[in-house]
């Protein structure tokens, strides 16, 4: 038998315009979502580098660029794509059903 991953309402998909992030908070947790040509992403919304909010950020492509130093991250793998930032980003798997965007947890 396998465990079954629980799955986390984040928003709606009309809630993240096309070639944008949106931030979620969720509890003590922040995520941000990303809409790339009606495919999303979820990543955590804070910064591997310091207090900047990638939610908050510039989606240019698949690159979140970070709205405190301008670092800059793939929101596909999380791998880092900009300095400053040394760390990659966790990413979460998604799942899009019933017009909503839940992540895996
Ligand atoms: S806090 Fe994000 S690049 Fe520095």
Known sequence: M????????LCAIDDVLEGCAFKVQEGDHAYAVYNLAGSYFVTDD??????????????YGDIIECNFHGGQFNVRT???AGPP???PVRTYKVHVEGGGVFIEV
């Open 2 to 9: 396998t465990d079954q991953p629980s799955l986390l309402r």
């Open 46 to 59: 804070m910064c591997t580098h310091g207090p900047g909010s990638l939610g908050e950020g510039e989606l």
């Open 85 to 87: 930032c040394m760390e």
């Open 78 to 80: 999380g791998e880092v």
